[in-house]
């Protein structure tokens, strides 16, 4: 997609929409900052929406500072501004390095080179109220020069914490800067930060022990915009089960190789299980730990890779299955986090398939809008599967029925709008009553 980058526009032009559009309205404000990109670009972007969205809701007013390359000109309106969903943005642009080059990398990870630190002050609106500012994705030195930048202004930085990285996460991860990175955002700058959204109760309980504010705040959709199957299309036990996998398996994040060959096994048992992959390509999937190509081999066309596609049509592939599966290890790193994925389904009332690691068990239930896989094992993957294949329409129906209920009760954006918003003025009232 076209980008208009900062070189391709009049230096006023530049400033001007910056400067002067901050100060037409008098309304509290809160800021968003950090390396995500536009619209289908990740899990980043997609949670500061509904953020955003829901602070709308209470009646702030929302502003985005991405670190990307130019806007899209179909968000651009006549006065220079860019507003995605109602909401302006301002694109934080690189100075002529792209981001992937090595020069680059290590002038940000010693925080030499910080757009958005570049940004706000050359930009920053000291006339308007903001009262808060959230941030993720950030490396740390970055996020520190970021992070100073407001204590000095006093307005308090909210840190969302959604991963914990173990060192199995990284490739070589002695000599692994990155590593070293997350290390001092979780065990320095967090604490120094002193305000945290978090995804998980594990990632909740242990800022609260640094000393932290913390708000816990699962994965947020917007399920209304989520349209669901027709009642009566549900899956007969005479028919084929169509189970979906999407995203990427990662360095073992997602135990791929163990659902297939549990899907190996229920198919030997007489089920008719299908497994369409939405992300990786057969080669790429083979080309990852515990490999089992002679299993692939015998799936045969019962498993139909799509290859990378777009958000969206992942999302259709989710709605479209009969279930959807997840087997992850039960490590730290998945306690931690909350898979963005599943939610996905339940919105779509797709039940889910997967291991309860973490978080899971606090929304889901073993028969009701999910089936539990038990331990990281081909036997336990092929129970679950043949539990769903023997379904009855109604059974199904019902499971289908409850996932979206469960989106609708725990996941919509709007559930924790008040919640959000008393944590930012809490927030706001501590700076201001310590400054």
Known sequence: MTRIAASQRDPEERKGPAREWWLKDSCPWVLFVGRFGLPESGAVFHRFHMIARALRDEGYQVALLPETFGGRPEDRDKDGLYRYDGFPYFPVESEGDAFGKLGTRIKRAIGVHNPSLRWLEEFWPRKIHVHAVITASLPTACLNGVASFFRQQKVPVIFDDKEWYDPSNFPN?????????????????????GNTLAISTLLEEFNRQRGCRVLRLPVLVDVRAVLVRAKDDHRDRTQALTVAYTGSPGRGKD?????LEGM???????HDVR???????????????GAAPDVLTELGDNITFTGRVPAAIARQEMAAADFTILVRPDRRYARAGFPTKVVESLCAGTPVILSPVGDVALFLQDGREA?????????AVCHALSQAAVMSREEHGEMRAAARKCAEDNFDYRIYAGAIAGFIKESQQRVMAFS
């Open 173 to 193: 991860w002695a000599i692994n800067p990155n590593y070293y990175n997350f290390q001092l955002l979780r065990y320095w700058l967090l604490k120094r930060i």
């Open 255 to 259: 135990n791929l190789w163990v659902v």
């Open 264 to 270: 190996h096994l229920a198919r030997k048992k007489g």
């Open 275 to 289: 497994l369409r992959v939405v992300g990786p390509s057969r080669e790429q999937l083979l080309s990852f730990n």
């Open 371 to 379: 089936i539990f896989v038990r331990e990281v094992a081909p036997e």
